[in-house]
């Protein structure tokens, strides 16, 4: 497994809208809305999940989420999970909980930690239920902008638990006080990142625009405080440079995340770099947690003969379904792709298909290894569930999930050194485009080969 564990666009993502439940009218007794909503999501996860899981099961998952609360709070909480069995004592004992704690009931926050602890019971760390705020800025994000954010890509190492910055967006907060990919959060505002977590983390970074959050970063072994100013922050999901070897021109694609403009942005970008003159590319994926399937498949478009297959789709009880390249043909110029052990997801969908299609080799680390999908349902208060639902495989057929990419020429760096001078695996990549047997060769030589 890879050091990275966790990660904000770590998803492969089928969007969708449903509209789960019905009015209640006015007057109905508190908390009978909000269950009836749990009902709603209790039947998708029995249906939806990609593992069979009884009403049981999940109606004692809600409860647990139940209790856990109220004994936060330093609340008995009058009833014990082993008791629901049955949709009829879940609802017994949420009514009573919402009769006894009205606040709770009213803010809403029984019914919330009644869906987390549904999902936790899942044991699945990428389903999530995201409030309505925090669909809002999931959905502005995967689009490119963040409201209230510093402008940080961040992710949790599994086997440290530090919190490491994988990317700083340009023109960003965090860029203007210069913090760096590769920096270790230490704090944020006081509190320990690693202790705090991957969600809080990136929770406590946001805020109102023009709030302060103060963090303390490590470099180097040297310690480093730094005061950001949160803005709007937006963010280019494809950055494009045109590099010159020797003779040969090289276009040069980072991408970022697979979101909602990526294809457009990858297909203005090389539409610059053909005029250019590039005659190959390096496709760029490190540090990219995934995105949107759709947006994988357009991606590979861009490199694949038209109709070629892309990926397959597996649900519970449901037909395999099939992704192919669009009619269009790609262009066929030579390419490099480049992975780490923060590439996820769609990334890897895109680099296995890449190269198991004759299109790519591939240059860096092992790949993170995640093979699920999940699909985004959004509930009529704008909250929305974010749901595992089917796992994915690769033209050949691999399931890559906890197993990842192995590159074909495997060169290991910091992760500070991704677009420095010291960035030996695009330095590597170019040779290879260059001169494939001499660059080979020499990783043979000089590379840690798995």
Not at 95 to 111: F, K, M, Q
Not at 247 to 258: A, D, T
Not at 385 to 404: E, M, N, Q, S, W
Request: charged share 25%.
């Amino acid at each position: 497994m890879p050091a990275a564990v966790k990660r904000y666009f770590a998803i492969l993502v089928l969007p969708s809208v449903l509209l789960l439940w019905l009015s209640t009218p006015a007057g109905a007794r508190l908390g009978q809305e909000e269950l009836e909503k749990i009902h709603a999501i209790a039947a998708v996860v029995q249906q939806r999940y990609y593992q069979q899981v009884t009403a049981a099961e999940v109606l004692r998952a809600a409860a647990r989420g139940l209790r856990q609360e109220l004994e936060s709070q330093g609340v008995a909480p009058g009833f014990s999970v082993d008791q629901v069995s049955s949709v009829g004592a879940f609802d017994r004992c949420f009514l009573e909980c919402s009769a006894a704690h009205p606040r709770l009931a009213r803010t809403g926050r029984l019914t919330e930690v009644a869906i987390q602890g549904m999902l936790q019971g899942l044991r699945d760390p990428y389903s999530a239920y995201l409030s309505p705020k925090a669909f809002e800025e999931y959905v502005g994000a995967m689009g490119g902008t963040e409201a209230g954010g510093v402008g940080l890509l961040i992710d949790q190492r599994e086997d440290t638990r530090e919190v490491v910055v994988l990317d700083v967006i340009e023109n960003s907060p965090a860029m203007h006080r210069g913090v760096r990919t590769g920096d270790v959060m230490l704090t944020v505002d006081g509190a320990r990142a690693s202790d705090l977590g991957y969600q809080e983390v990136r929770k406590r970074l946001r805020g109102d625009a023009g709030s302060l959050v103060r963090l303390e970063l490590r470099r180097g072994g040297r310690s480093l405080p730094v005061e950001l100013t949160r803005s709007t922050v937006h963010l280019r999901s494809v950055l494009a440079e045109l590099l010159t070897d020797g003779e040969r021109k090289v276009g040069y694609l980072r991408v970022r995340l697979f979101g909602a403009e990526t294809a457009g942005e990858l297909r203005d970008a090389m539409r610059g770099l053909e005029a250019a003159g590039a005659r190959a590319y390096i496709l760029d994926l490190r540090n990219n947690g995934g995105g949107y399937l759709q947006t994988a498949v357009e991606v590979c478009s861009a490199f694949l003969p038209s109709e070629t297959l892309v990926v397959s789709v597996r649900e519970r009880n449901r037909p395999e379904r099939v992704h192919y390249s669009n009619a269009s043909a790609g262009t066929a110029h030579p390419l490099v792709v480049l992975i780490n052990e923060h590439s996820a997801s769609a990334s890897e969908v895109t680099a296995a298909a890449l190269r198991e299609q004759g299109r790519a080799m591939l240059v860096g680390t092992r790949s993170f290894g995640k093979g699920s999908v999940q699909k985004l349902i959004r509930l009529k208060d704008d909250s929305a569930l974010k749901l595992t639902t089917a796992h994915y495989f690769t033209p050949r057929g691999a399931d890559l999930d906890k197993v990842g990419l192995q590159p074909d020429l495997v060169f290991q760096m910091p992760l500070g050194a991704i677009g420095t001078t010291s960035d030996v695996q695009l330095t590597r990549a170019l040779e290879l485009l260059g001169n494939p047997l001499a660059a080979a060769d020499r990783a043979i030589r000089g590379s840690t080969l798995k």
